[in-house]
């Protein structure tokens, strides 16, 4: 059986459709634990939010393709919020189909590549607070749950994190 091709690109605002989609599909996922009444972002409005993220100039974003098909993403944004100066993890998404293959531990470790690339000694994230799954990735990874917010702005309980960037 022939063996999978990755390859990554970094993401342009043109990117925005895929994104979203890859976004949307993730966040379907969540619906096993948001609260009763939470609706998945459609694809159309991830990516009209992903499109203006994009073509900020302190976002970077690496678009993932398997055998040339779009299976995952991952996005950092800066931020001023004092020091030490941060970046945020903005996204790490996975489609479905990739979940489980190692595809979600190779964007996280390009993110922290590039954020260490940019010199950002600390970075941040959040995460919804019911995704045991996700949440167990991040903490594997060196995150430390920092706080709980009772929900961001579509209504969903989400779990902040932090680590540090140095070596």
């Given at each position: 059986?022939?063996?999978?091709?990755?390859?990554?690109?970094?993401?342009?605002?043109?990117?925005?459709?895929?994104?979203?989609?890859?976004?949307?599909?993730?966040?379907?996922?969540?619906?096993?634990?948001a609260p009763a009444g939470?609706?998945?972002?459609?694809?159309?409005?991830?990516?009209?939010?992903?499109?203006?993220?994009?073509?900020?100039?302190?976002?970077?974003?690496?678009?993932?393709?398997?055998?040339?098909?779009?299976?995952?993403?991952?996005?950092?944004?800066?931020?001023?919020?004092?020091?030490?100066?941060?970046?945020?993890?903005?996204?790490?998404?996975?489609?479905?189909?990739?979940?489980?293959?190692?595809?979600?531990?190779?964007?996280?470790?390009?993110?922290?590549?590039?954020?260490?690339?940019?010199?950002?000694?600390?970075?941040?994230?959040?995460?919804?607070?019911?995704?045991?799954?996700?949440?167990?990735?991040?903490?594997?990874?060196?995150?430390?749950a920092d706080t709980l917010?009772?929900?961001?702005?579509?209504?969903?309980?989400?779990?902040?994190?932090?680590?540090?960037?140095?070596?």
């Amino acid at each position: 059986m022939p063996r999978s091709v990755l390859t990554t690109r970094r993401a342009w605002p043109a990117d925005a459709e895929t994104l979203g989609l890859t976004c949307h599909l993730g966040m379907q996922t969540w619906r096993a634990f948001a609260p009763a009444g939470w609706v998945v972002p459609t694809p159309a409005v991830r990516a009209a939010g992903v499109r203006m993220g994009l073509a900020h100039p302190g976002v970077w974003a690496l678009l993932a393709f398997v055998d040339g098909e779009p299976a995952g993403h991952c996005a950092m944004c800066d931020v001023d919020i004092g020091e030490p100066r941060a970046t945020i993890l903005w996204h790490l998404f996975v489609r479905p189909r990739w979940f489980g293959t190692g595809l979600a531990a190779h964007l996280h470790d390009a993110f922290v590549a590039q954020a260490r690339a940019f010199d950002f000694p600390f970075a941040w994230l959040s995460t919804p607070a019911g995704n045991a799954r996700a949440r167990r990735f991040y903490e594997r990874r060196g995150w430390v749950a920092d706080t709980l917010l009772e929900e961001d702005h579509e209504g969903l309980p989400m779990a902040i994190y932090g680590r540090p960037l140095l070596p």
